[in-house]
């Protein structure tokens, strides 16, 4: 029997920083939001068969019936496209709720659930979650209410981060955050390093910059941030987790793949020319601000985070694509984006699942998700859109990023899997991986630990763990 209990690991203050950080620097200067890496191919957690489908009839008459809707959401002023989908459909009122950002939200929702009242119809949820509440059944399989025939309009891996093992929908993706590398520009010009396409680049440019100015890393791999480090193993094709039925998950996180990345990066971090400063936190801010790092490896929505975080810097910064480990084959890993999904039992569950598809995929309101609150896009429409990936901020010195980053969406792996148990995974490896990092031990010894503390919670949580 599963037993998912929350998490008793210390507070993951940092973790939701990842990915809707971008849109609250527009909405409030330096203030941070929820998000992390990506969820995907979760466990069949709830109907193994898709309900009969919901007709068309089904559908107009429900969007035609007086409702109210609740969604539970932190996106800043998302009352805009929802004000788009009740002008659609005038009989339908959406009660927006801001119930916490990330990890917050996730605990009022697990307790509503528990109490089964006050859950809302709809509820935007990270890629990385959506294992952890379709393996309780707290999620509506939107396939009968027409998700499959919205596949195509979206990039392969997030559509895959939110299907099921069964081929369930769980959610309908809104926002993304394929990783790249974001480089100040004058710094490299000033020594002589140019933007480095393979890792073992990216480690001789960093001895040299190193060895030519002490006091600037390379790249800052934040010891609290486990965003980083999962999107990395995606990068590198590593499989930590694999779910494989609703009491049976594969954990693999001291692989091969693994250990060759905590020695490459336990090398540059002991030589000194990469530091571990905790992320988002003044101290990050101020190093960002006098040029401390000459990197920042981030997300799709770090450029506008950047260009609110660190002002001073304006025309330093460029972005290009990840160091690969093998340049013949490009390949990104993803930190960070988030889905609208339908609470399963909501007494309201077609107009949910039609606020769903319709906020994340209409032109107009995907288009005002990139544009007003700075998500970046999930939709092939958007990332191909002529004046998104055209924009030319002077921040980057006049660069398409979003270009950049548009073109780096298309390399991200689709195979990636969460765990439905990441709270305690993440706790785990901040004290493990993390740690030894910031103290300059043994990653794979690290690695080893990180593969035992998790294999035993999720035992002791009733699951059968393949090694």
């Known amino acids: 029997m599963i037993r998912l209990k929350r998490s008793t690991g210390r507070p993951r203050a940092t973790r939701a920083t990842a990915l ?4 609250l620097v527009l909405a409030a200067g330096l203030a941070l939001t929820a998000c992390g890496g990506g969820g995907s191919d979760s466990s069949s957690g709830g109907q193994a068969q898709a309900a009969p489908s919901v007709s068309q009839a089904d559908i ?11 969604f539970w959401t932190w996106v800043p002023n998302i009352q805009k496209e929802v004000d788009l989908f009740q002008k659609k459909y005038p009989a339908i009122k959406v009660k927006v709720v801001n119930a916490g950002q990330g990890e917050p939200q996730y605990t009022k929702l697990r307790t509503a659930l ?6 809302p119809d709809a509820v935007q949820i990270e890629f990385q979650y959506i294992p952890t509440f379709s393996i309780t059944d707290s999620l509506l399989d939107l396939r009968p209410y027409g998700a499959t025939a919205l596949k195509d309009k979206f990039v392969d891996w997030t559509w895959k981060q939110v299907s099921g093992s069964d081929g369930q929908v769980w959610a309908i993706p809104q926002d993304t955050g394929p990783m790249g590398m974001l480089y100040r520009k004058d710094i490299f010009d000033k020594y002589g390093i140019t933007p480095p396409k393979t890792w073992d680049e990216f480690a001789t440019a960093a001895k040299k910059l190193h060895a030519a100015d002490p006091k600037v890393a390379m790249t800052n791999l934040a010891s609290n941030q486990n965003g980083v480090w999962m999107g990395l193993l995606w990068q590198a094709g590593a499989k930590p987790f694999t779910t494989t039925g ?3 998950v594969t954990v693999n996180v001291n692989d091969e793949t693994s250990k060759k990345l905590g020695t490459y990066w336990n090398g540059l971090i002991k030589d000194g020319s990469v530091s571990t400063d905790p992320d988002f936190t003044d101290q990050w801010y101020q190093a960002l601000n006098r040029g401390q790092y000459a990197t920042w490896l981030t997300a799709a929505w770090g450029p506008v985070f950047l260009s609110g975080s660190a002002k001073s810097t304006s025309g330093k910064w460029r972005a290009a694509p990840l160091p690969q480990w093998d340049a013949s084959k490009p390949a990104s890993g993803n930190w960070g984006g988030s889905t609208t999904a339908v609470i399963k039992g909501s007494k309201n569950a077609i107009a949910a699942a039609e606020l769903a598809k319709f906020l994340n995929t209409d032109p107009e309101s995907t288009k005002m998700f990139a544009s007003q609150q700075f998500l970046f896009p999930a939709t092939k429409g958007v990332l191909t859109d002529a004046a998104f990936v055209a924009e030319k901020p002077a921040f980057y010195g006049g660069q398409t990023v979003n270009q950049v980053f548009s073109d780096i969406s298309s390399t991200v792996n689709t195979e990636f899997q969460w765990p439905p148990f990441l709270d305690q995974t993440v706790n785990d490896w901040d004290e493990t991986v993390g740690k030894s990092f910031a103290d300059k031990s043994d990653p794979g010894a690290a690695l080893d630990q990180w593969q035992s503390r998790t294999t035993t919670y999720a035992e002791n949580q009733g699951f059968k763990v393949n090694k």
């Open 246 to 248: 609703k009491d049976s």
């Open 20 to 23: 809707h950080a971008t849109a």
């Open 60 to 70: 107009d008459k429900a969007l035609q019936t007086p409702t109210e809707l609740t």
């Open 114 to 119: 528990k109490a089964g009242s006050g859950a």
